[in-house]
């Protein structure tokens, strides 16, 4: 099934004992070819009428069936109604599933393991409750704009690592016999407008940062992807024949279907004839409006659309359904969207939010190793962030309020919590064992919070930062944050606490960067712990770190600025035509601008050091001209050369390091100074050593040059690295 092996994957297991199966090759999978996934739709379709196949490619309308994506059955060839349901961090509307961690927070652990096992986990959940469809992963937004409301979903704004998050992902769902969805296809980047709103992206930038990981998406045999709300250079989304024809299909060779965002759909024929196979929901949310259904029949009729534009759609839908094995016994939908009720579906699932709720915290400051924690006598906890809000952890209908402790953002993305661990919950428990005093202000008054602080030996000041889907407006924030600062008054907290507590520890849950200026540097602010979104584990995850049961080891997965403009992106009150190859640390790097804290950082309890690069392959310039596949040229997912390096954990604990690789092209290709092409995550014991492998495919020497992956010729340079800006060891590739 996997095309190529994962460079992560295939080093992960070469170069260390993981508590987790790193050896996928085993494991049971639903899937069959798509050849052979094909030949049974072929078979299938010649058995369908005309009536059966609009069916099949339009839903039955908005909440007209128990998911929130409908189909008709076709009984003749035991096709089911098929059910799609949300979404990227859980099952959407049903209680006793788990709220996994966010894409965002799965990238912080760049651990393809415990990546892998949550797509894993997710997709047996989604099988158990009938779902056929689970929508997601995401893709875009990548996270052009830090204020923009949605990208918790994914993974960051680097393709690379979203890449590599969306292809696990999606392997470990699809194995699980749930169909994925990348989405949003493509250029969705912000929530204000989304619905009217076009994205002019260059097809360099296009393809060298946008399409990336949908790239990803398909080589991993995505089943499905969704067009997005936007437009494309002037054609909305799921009416754009040049990103679906000829971009996904044609270029990428996307077997599986596209489906239209919910209502993104504009155009009965010009939907059809651009290459989208589903529409979703099916009418518009008045439930009036029908575009596809009995419209797409007298298409057909009246030759507008011709019949063998529908026999593809429909030959994709059920290829789809046929490749993940879902004609075998798959079980029937019995949850109601419209009516959450309760589905015991979480199994041990939350081991793995455990494991990412620890693993992706990134450890960003700490003063004379003030962390971890050891039997302190008294400690103060602070905020409104520490706890479950009063009103319980689902009190607001897809978590659009930010009430007591943020563990995921609002929105279709989210999931009921099934419980929810807040900071304090699982302190306290600590505490106990260890005989702490706790003392507790769990709102955001600063003088509350100062005097619950004074007299601890720590105080834990819990803050954080929200943002979501713009159906729903929280505290004047429209989806998108309006700002990238804490909130409820994050910073007077901070700063009123360490001004009468000297060992002060901030916890940050967020979305994406905040602006921490105003106390970062303040000296009594001894540890800053950046919790992410963690999902339902996250107050035992951070116990973990906090007292040191294990080192940190996440990683940003984005750059945290000094100042909001440092980004150059914001949000675009009309079409955005501001698309380049810098965002994120590729512009801070370029414009030499000093972040905060760099992309890829994160410190540990203890040290590695790194030696002995070594570099293989001889890869050669020029066009990637293989055979045309799944994923484009099959030349350009090869490994042309492999670099190779020495990681020891020099210090006193047990710990994982993120070594990274960055690639700096040769000056005529005029990319950005350097860009992540592989990382591994070693976990090593005191004094021990691993070996870190990066191997390179052509697609990650290669520039987007005339409609072609080109390979240019001169000095490549590979950094080895423990963030973007702590390059340790440095090697040259010429081609
Ligand atoms: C719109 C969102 O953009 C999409 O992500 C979601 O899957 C659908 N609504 C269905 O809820």
Same mark, same amino acid.
């Not at 009036?288 to 259904?293: R, Y």
């Not at 015991?344 to 699932?349: I, P, S």
């Given at each position: 099934m996997r095309g190529y092996i994962v460079p992560v994957l295939a080093s992960v297991a070469l170069s260390r004992a993981s508590t987790l199966p790193s050896d996928h090759s085993s494991s049971k999978r639903a899937v069959i070819s798509w050849d052979d996934a094909y030949s049974k739709a072929t078979t299938a379709l010649a058995k369908l009428s005309i009536g059966d196949k609009v069916g099949i490619v339009s839903g039955t309308g908005w909440q007209a069936g128990n998911c929130v994506g409908n189909t008709k059955a076709v009984g003749s060839i035991g096709y089911p109604s098929l059910c799609l349901q949300d979404g990227p961090l859980g099952i959407r509307y049903v209680m006793g599933a788990t709220a996994f961690s966010a894409g965002i927070h799965a990238a912080s652990t760049w651990d393809v393991d415990l990546i892998r096992e949550r797509g894993s986990f997710l997709g047996q959940e989604a099988k158990q409750l009938g779902i056929h469809v689970q929508l997601g992963p995401v893709a875009?937004?990548?996270?052009?704009? +830090?204020?923009?409301?949605?990208?918790?979903?994914?993974?960051?704004?680097d393709p690379y690592l979203t890449g590599i998050a969306m292809q696990e992902t999606i392997e470990g769902m699809q194995e699980a016999g749930v169909q994925a969805c990348a989405k949003h296809y493509i250029g969705n980047e912000q929530e204000l407008n989304r619905e009217t709103m076009g994205s002019n992206v260059p097809d360099r930038v296009m393809h060298e940062l946008y399409l990336w990981p949908f790239a990803d998406a398909v080589k991993a045999n995505v089943a499905s992807v969704m067009c997005s709300y936007n437009k494309i250079n002037g054609t909305y989304a799921c009416e754009n024949g040049g990103i679906i024809n000829k971009l996904l299909k044609e270029e990428l060779g996307f077997r599986g279907y596209m489906m239209s965002d919910w209502n993104a759909q504009h155009t009965t024929t010009g939907s059809a004839n651009a290459g989208m196979d589903m529409t979703m929901p099916g009418s518009d949310f008045n439930k009036? $409006?029908?575009?596809?259904?009995a419209a797409l029949q007298s298409a057909v009729q009246s030759g507008q659309v011709q019949q063998s534009r529908v026999d593809d759609m429909v030959k994709r839908v059920l290829a789809a359904w046929y490749l993940v094995g879902q004609d075998k016994g798959y079980p029937t939908a019995t949850f109601n969207s419209w009516k959450i009720g309760s589905q015991?579906?979480?199994? $041990?699932?939350k081991t793995n939010v455990r494991s990412m709720a620890r693993d992706g915290i990134v450890l960003l400051k700490n003063t004379a190793n003030a962390l971890p924690l050891s039997k302190p006598k008294s400690i103060a906890v602070i905020g409104s962030d520490a706890i479950v809000a009063p009103k319980g952890a689902n009190a607001c209908a897809d978590r659009g309020c930010n009430d007591g402790t943020l563990a995921m953002g609002w929105g279709s993305g989210t999931a009921e919590f099934p419980y929810l661990v807040a900071p304090l919950d699982a302190i306290k428990t600590q505490a106990q064992k260890d005989g702490t005093s706790v003392t507790t202000s769990t709102n955001d008054n600063a003088q509350q919070g100062a005097s619950a602080a004074q007299n601890a030996d720590y105080a834990i000041v819990c803050v954080n930062s929200d943002s979501g889907e713009g159906y729903i407006t929280v505290e004047s924030n429209a989806g998108d944050r309006k700002n990238l600062n804490l909130w409820h008054n994050g910073d007077a907290l901070v700063q009123a606490v360490a001004q009468v507590n000297k060992k002060t520890i901030v916890v940050v849950h967020s979305v994406g960067p905040v602006i921490m200026e105003s106390w970062i540097d303040n000296p009594n602010v001894v540890a800053v712990v950046w919790a992410g979104l963690p999902g339902q584990e996250s107050g035992n995850g951070l116990v973990d770190i906090l007292y040191g049961s294990t080192s940190p080891s996440g990683k940003l997965p984005y750059t945290i600025a000094k100042? =909001? =403009?440092?980004?150059?992106t914001n949000i675009a009150s009309g079409d955005d035509s501001t698309w380049d190859l810098f965002i994120d640390y590729r512009r801070f790097d370029q414009q030499k601008i000093e972040p905060r804290f760099e992309f890829g950082f994160g410190l540990s309890y203890t040290n590695f050091t790194y030696s002995d690069i070594a570099i293989t392959g001889k890869p050669t310039s020029g +066009?990637?001209?293989?055979?045309?596949?799944v994923g484009g040229p099959a030349d350009l997912w090869e490994t042309v050369a492999t670099v190779t390096a020495k990681i020891t954990n020099s210090g006193g604990v047990a710990g994982a390091e993120v070594p990274q690789l960055y690639v700096g092209y040769p000056s005529s290709a005029q990319t950005p100074p350097q860009q992540l092409r592989g990382f591994n995550k070693l976990k090593l014991d005191a004094g021990a050593s691993g070996t870190a492998t990066f191997p390179l495919r052509r697609r990650d020497l290669s520039v987007w040059q005339n409609g072609q992956w080109v390979v240019p010729s001169g000095d490549f340079t590979v950094s080895v690295g423990a963030s973007s800006r702590d390059i340790r060891l440095t090697g040259k590739i010429t081609v």
């Open positions: 875009g937004p990548l996270g052009k704009i +830090p204020t923009g409301g949605r990208n918790w979903e994914g993974f960051g704004p009036k $409006n029908v575009l596809w259904g015991n579906v979480g199994g $041990n699932h100042t =909001q =403009q440092d980004y150059g +066009p990637a001209s293989g055979t045309r596949g």
